[in-house]
């Protein structure tokens, strides 16, 4: 999964990157009355830095989205159109004869802030059901799904709590065909009244952690959405920029003067605001510095660690890092870095060449000592990653690749596969047959390269078998046949 979603996370940053934006905000302000999400709307066309964290969020988003269709471990919310029902059935039949489990600790009134005004607790089977369905809702906003959310408050008989989260939501004006008819709006004119008034609640440690959570991060207030992390990366990067991002626009409403219409907030209201919600504008690094300071010394896996550089546009420091993680990282993990190298190649984002090279030999020597059988089911592929190294290395890796073949049968497909990909496939056959000889001197000293000394062969036929099978190498090329018959002449005599 963290594979894929580092694909996904370039995919993105690139579609954005080659995307056209507007210079600046002025040209796609025209009208004198806006409403607040056509604004912000255009902010984040126009401003490069925020669009960038809102396209992380996103991510993070689907990511999210994915791996919790994928798992499936929340516990189920039942759609109830009564909310609280085991305590109104207590509250009921009060004190009948029935009520053999009467609680004098339970609520008397069935609003949702009867608990709090009362000091009172509901039925501990409601209080479960509420749990759940808290940590659901903020699951659903965790995974971008800010409308399902409220769907779920609403199917759960709660629909108070869907409107709590609606506050939320940008003011803004529908279109009107008739310009004399009343003005239809959605969203929230008086946002910022409802941050001020939900920060009670994200505040107030009494309540659901899940629900401050969510109602801390639509508001921006970073303090009760941390608890629900739990020391989780994407969790807690989540939430920082989200959090960013909520201050950023919220500043940007406030001190826009383009139009009354979009900054609805009085200035008492706003003072209050101000004085107990304060956000410290970070730069992306800061952020990912903050996340790492509350990781409880967990470190950054190494897709992590290649998603925060490629976030950051640091491709040298990827590079730099794998080269330390060529010895020890899995084969999965170097086929994924010698995969990023080709792609960021084709970007035209690969500052440090050399080290890249590296990981493809490693790579291509990677799937060369796979073949364990003297086979090889797909030459096609490693040709192709051999042909992206330096053409001097090309001729060692492709000759290592035809000494693991010993099967006649697929020595052909090996040769058509090299000359299709612009591998020097005469040249890897002559080291082939070189390193072939070799092995030979190494174990019997210095062997004469006529092979007169018969007394090698009787030693061991394996390796002087695997010297004239080596030839067959420049049998298999048209225009390395004359070789071949010199060197088979020359073992003869």
């Known amino acids: 999964a963290e594979e894929a979603n580092t694909w996904k996370l370039l995919h993105c940053l690139y579609a ?11 040209s796609l302000i025209t009208e004198t009355t806006l409403s607040q999400q056509t604004l912000v709307s255009a902010l984040f066309r126009s401003d490069s830095e925020l669009r960038l964290l809102q396209l992380l969020v996103d991510w993070l988003e689907a990511t999210a989205a994915y791996q919790d269709e994928a798992t499936k471990t929340s516990a189920p919310v039942i759609a109830n159109n009564i ?75 709660q629909a108070w709590r869907g409107a709590v989260l609606q506050g939320w939501m940008l003011l803004h004006y529908l279109p009107r065909e008739d310009p004399n008819s009343p003005l239809e709006i ?97 730069s992306l690094q800061q952020v990912f510095s903050a996340v790492k300071s509350l990781m409880d010394g967990k470190k950054e896996s190494h897709y992590q660690t290649c ?4 976030m950051l546009g640091h491709i040298r420091a990827i590079m730099q890092d794998s080269l330390q993680w060529l010895d020890s990282a899995e084969e999965r993990f170097i086929r994924f870095l010698a995969h990023l190298v080709l792609v960021l190649r084709q970007m035209g984002k690969d500052p440090l060449h050399d080290i890249g090279d590296k990981i493809l030999e490693k790579y291509v020597a990677q799937l060369i000592d796979r073949l364990t059988d ?18 001097a290395r090309q001729i060692a890796i492709y000759a290592e690749l035809m000494d693991h073949i010993h099967k006649s049968e697929y020595r052909q497909g090996v040769v058509k596969a090299g000359l299709s990909a612009g ?31 018969t007394t090698a062969v009787e030693k061991d036929k394996t390796l002087i078998n695997k010297v004239i099978s080596s030839l067959e190498w420049l049998s298999l090329i048209s225009n390395q046949l004359e070789e071949a018959l010199w060197l088979s002449n020359a073992m003869i005599r």
């Open 374 to 391: 003297g086979s090889v089911d797909c030459p096609e592929l490693i040709a192709y990653y051999t042909s992206t190294v330096p053409v």
């Open 16 to 26: 954005d990157s080659i995307t056209e934006h507007p210079e600046s905000l002025d």
């Open 307 to 310: 998603q925060r550089h490629l």
């Open 186 to 282: 959605t969203g929230n004119p008086s946002r910022d009244l409802w941050k001020w008034c939900v920060l009670g609640i994200a505040n107030n440690v009494a309540e659901n952690i899940y629900y401050r959570a969510t109602l801390g991060i639509l508001s921006g207030h970073l303090p009760s959405t941390l608890p629900a992390c739990q020391g989780s990366w994407e969790d807690l990067l989540w939430t920082h920029l989200k959090v960013q991002i909520e201050a950023r626009v919220d500043k940007f409403l406030h001190e826009h003067h383009a139009t009354a219409d979009a900054n609805t907030t009085s200035a008492d209201v706003l003072e209050l605001l101000q004085s107990e919600l304060q956000v410290e504008e970070l």
């Open 83 to 157: 909310h609280w029902a085991n305590t109104l059935h207590q509250l009921l039949i009060g004190s009948s004869l029935f009520n053999k489990d009467k609680n004098k600790a339970m609520v008397t009134c069935m609003d949702p802030d009867a608990p709090t005004r009362q000091k009172r607790s509901i039925h501990s089977d409601d209080q479960k059901d509420d749990n759940d369905l808290c940590k659901r809702i903020f699951t659903e906003v965790r995974c971008g799904k800010f409308n399902d959310a409220i769907s779920l408050c609403i199917s759960a008989g």
């Open 423 to 453: 591998v020097d496939v005469s040249a890897s056959a002559r080291v082939a047959i070189k390193k072939a000889i070799t092995d030979i001197q190494q174990g019997y000293g210095n062997l004469d390269l006529t092979f007169t000394q």
